[in-house]
């Protein structure tokens, strides 16, 4: 049987791409090459092959197009052929969809319209109507081309008589005055004559012919340009309207999809469902996985158009549906854009900040070669070189976390708690969008080491780091700003290295407190994952869970990191929140991602679903109006991919300044080595320091041990304590026990080791969440102050 022969199509009614295609049920779908083109929709093995072999095509005028799931559709013609289809995307399978559509629809009416025309003997007004609009372009077509044929004419004439009169004017100048010199003259002007009524033929017709073609062309082009807005109207809506049944399909069956087993129930109650595959199909050696779905909480859909009204109405439809004014009956604008916000306000800077770092020099070393012994040690007890770090501290990064300090200033001015809580959360977010590429690690800090960042006059806040403890390692942070909030936090880090990826899970709980309405927050911080340590390039994700919670009105967001998986047909990087009163009433959903973007969209109605085939759980619904954009990231500076990665905040966190503690990580000459590329002596820099620190915390505890009575003395000798003492003269046996602990979550909460009292901070009691914590108790600002720094410990 011989194949069709594919037309060539116009540009814009051709559509071509890649999609799966269902050959049988041990190849499965198979990648094809699908050419959608003059109503036909046909496919190869490759785009090679369109020159010389067609697998197949099917006519679209009298085909089925019918959608299963998020990316599988199905085209039949009534059982003859049927073609199962898979597309990359949920988007990419509405591209197609959409051309497909209007495919059918456009060869549906000349298919109509063909038979119309055959049919004179009952003419209608819509046959007659596009019988006139054929014989109007057939007219049209016929004057253009008689006038281009006169054009043609006149040309050859033009030609002729020029060449006539050339040999006339050269005959008149060998002719010497005489008798014949009248008649040459005769001649000469007779073929001028003729060569000017020709001339002036030819630009008569050229007239015309421009006067015609101006005329239509603009007709043509305004008809064009309708067909166009017509059909981009027509593609916006059907892609509308199939996001809408996707959702409302999806919402009813529980935002599950059906397994393999189970039928299709809008094919079921057709008829028979045609079988998978046919013949003129091959057998090939690719393999394809189909994509695995990650399960969600929720399901989020567009809410009724009778909600969407202005600023005004907001507050009624607010009391209709049984929420208080006075918490969630706000105006839409006030998230996105607040006028007194510090974002539009022009800050002068006091000193003019430095832009720039020493590029990062490109030294090689064998990663393996270093940790393929240290495989389930912590982190923080493995020596690394300089090669792996970048060049600030552990205290310097958290600090990071204030790189978007103005999302806590829009908060402090909010009215509404749920308001203030959507900030909170998209300030929680924002805190890792400074870690996507940065996957250097950062220096440890040395016990008793701090870093201050003092950005009153520019930015109205102030913040102080210091590393209370080394085992476990723990950092205390405490910022103040004159708009109205507080954020202090205490991290312990436990990390692991797994061999292909290190773990790293933080500690502790983060505090933010609103002075005006005494509101207080707290929530952790997720899991940070570095993959690809031995082979490959390095990234890193986040993942896990955050609750963040008013602990005044009871108030509550829970956010949700999605781990990265190959098989997912998300966005990568993806966050989810829903934010809800203390009843558990959802009133906004947050998503985005955390390295780019957070955007919130009011809920106005919520509903349950369907149960979830897999676990028997109700998803969830929620009625949202149009997500407005609450948080976006600050572009890198220029040559970034050169300077670590670092963000234009960090690129001042080491930049020395005047009147610092003789402890700030700014001071520490290890960490400046390596931003000035001298990497050997910073290597060597930072061996001393370690060794120094091993020094000063045997003699501090020593001098605790003596202090201590001999019974106290005997009893910690048994709980290992003391085990240093006799040990004490072999640093490498002094490692090996560092390395035997382990921080976690009970080693954290039970207490520190190190027998150090901060010089910044005291531990207590938290007041909100019960556990033991470092608090700021004062004194560093005033001692900056004075300049007395006196009992500040000699670290560096």
């Known amino acids: 049987m011989s194949e069709p022969r594919m037309p060539i199509p116009a540009p814009e009614d051709t559509y071509k791409g890649w999609l799966f295609k269902w050959t049988n049920y041990i190849k499965g779908y198979q990648r094809r090459w699908f050419v959608l083109s003059n109503g036909l929709l046909s496919y190869y093995r490759t785009q090679a092959e369109m020159r010389h072999t067609c697998r197949g095509t099917i006519n679209l005028a009298t085909a089925n197009i019918a959608v299963e799931d998020s990316c599988n559709f199905v085209i039949s013609n009534g059982g003859t052929q049927t073609y199962h289809l898979k597309a990359s995307s949920e988007v990419e399978r509405q591209r197609w969809i959409t051309a497909l559509e209007l495919a059918k629809a456009k060869a549906s009416r000349m298919q109509l319209e063909s038979d119309d025309s055959g049919d004179d003997s009952t003419p209608n007004a819509a046959g007659q109507s596009t019988g006139s609009r054929n014989s109007e372009v057939q007219s049209t077509l016929r004057t253009l081309g008689s006038k281009v044929e006169d054009l043609s004419t006149c040309n050859d004439l033009i030609a002729k008589h020029g060449s006539a009169l050339q040999r006339s004017l050269s005959e008149l100048e060998g002719v010497q005055l005489g008798g014949e010199t009248s008649e040459k003259i005769r001649q000469v002007t007779e073929r001028a004559t003729l060569f000017r009524i020709t001339s002036n033929a030819m630009i008569n017709a050229c007239r015309d012919f421009m006067t015609l073609a101006q005329t239509h062309s603009k007709r043509w082009q305004k008809a064009l340009q309708s067909e166009r807005e017509q059909r981009v109207r027509l593609e916006e809506t059907l892609e509308q309207l199939a996001k809408q049944h996707n959702h409302l399909e999806r919402a009813f069956r529980g935002a599950t999809v059906l397994p393999s087993s189970q039928s299709n129930p809008a094919i079921d109650s057709k008829g028979p469902v045609p079988r998978k595959g046919d013949a003129s199909d091959e057998d090939e050696e690719n393999e394809f996985f189909d994509a695995c779905e990650d399960v969600q909480e929720f399901i989020t859909v567009p809410a009724d158009p009778k909600y969407h009204r202005s600023g005004s109405n907001v507050s009624g439809i607010s009391n209709e549906l049984g929420m208080d004014d006075g918490t969630t009956s706000l105006d839409e604008q006030s998230l996105a854009s607040n006028p007194e916000s510090p974002q539009s306000q022009e800050l002068v800077p006091v000193r003019k900040r430095r832009t720039r770092i020493p590029d990062k020099p490109n030294y090689s070393l064998n990663l393996w070669s270093i940790m393929k012994n240290c495989i389930g040690k912590e982190l923080s007890k493995i020596p690394m070189p300089v090669n792996f770090n970048e060049p600030l501290s552990m205290l310097q990064r958290l600090s990071e976390d204030l790189e978007y300090y103005e999302l806590l200033d829009r908060a402090a001015k909010c009215q509404s708690s749920l308001e203030q809580m959507c900030y909170v959360a998209a300030f929680t977010v924002s805190s890792y969008s400074t870690t996507v590429h940065r996957t250097g690690k950062p220096f440890n800090p040395l016990l008793g080491e701090t870093f201050e960042l003092d950005r009153v006059q520019e930015s109205g806040y102030r913040s102080l780091c210091e590393q209370v403890s080394h085992h476990p390692p723990a950092a205390a942070h405490h910022a103040i700003s004159e708009r109205g909030w507080t954020l202090r936090q205490e991290i312990a880090l436990a990390s692991k290295f797994r061999g292909k990826y290190l773990s790293i899970m933080p500690l502790g709980s983060i505090h933010c407190i609103f002075e005006k309405s005494t509101h207080h927050y707290t929530w952790k ?149 390596m931003e000035q590329g001298r990497w050997e002596e910073a290597n060597t820099e930072k061996q001393r320091l370690e060794e120094k620190q091993r020094t000063v915390r045997r003699e501090r505890e020593r001098e605790a041990n003596r202090a201590a009575s001999p019974s106290e003395e005997g009893k910690e000798s048994a709980d290992g304590a003391l085990i240093e003492d006799s040990i004490s003269d072999s640093p490498l046996k002094t490692e090996e026990v560092e390395i035997a602990s382990e921080p976690s979550e009970t080693t954290y909460k039970s207490g520190h080791q190190d027998n150090y009292t901060p010089m910044w901070f005291e531990r207590l009691v938290d007041p909100m969440t019960g556990e033991p914590t470092h608090i700021y108790k004062g004194g560093y600002w005033e001692a900056k102050e004075q300049g007395n720094w006196d009992s500040c410990p000699d670290i560096f």
Not at 600 to 613: A, C, F, I, K, L
């Open 525 to 673: 911080k997720v899991t940070t994952t570095v993959h690809n340590i031995i082979v490959g390039k390095l990234w890193i994700d986040q993942s896990g869970e955050i609750d963040v919670v008013n602990h005044k009105t009871g108030d509550r967001c829970h956010l949700k990191f999605a781990p990265y998986s190959y098989f997912s047909r998300d966005v990568a990087r993806k966050v989810t929140g829903v934010v809800t009163d203390k009843d558990g009433k959802a009133h906004y959903v947050l998503s985005g991602t955390w390295d780019e973007k957070m955007e919130y969209s009011r809920v106005m109605q919520s509903s349950r679903g369907g149960e979830n085939g897999a676990d028997g759980r109700q998803k969830t619904v929620y009625q949202t109006l149009k997500a407005k954009e609450l948080w976006k990231k600050t572009p890198l500076p220029e040559g970034a991919e050169n300077m670590y990665y670092f963000s234009t905040l960090a690129l001042t966190l080491n930049e020395l300044e005047e009147g610092v503690a003789p402890t700030d990580s700014r001071k520490r000459p290890d960490q400046r080595l």
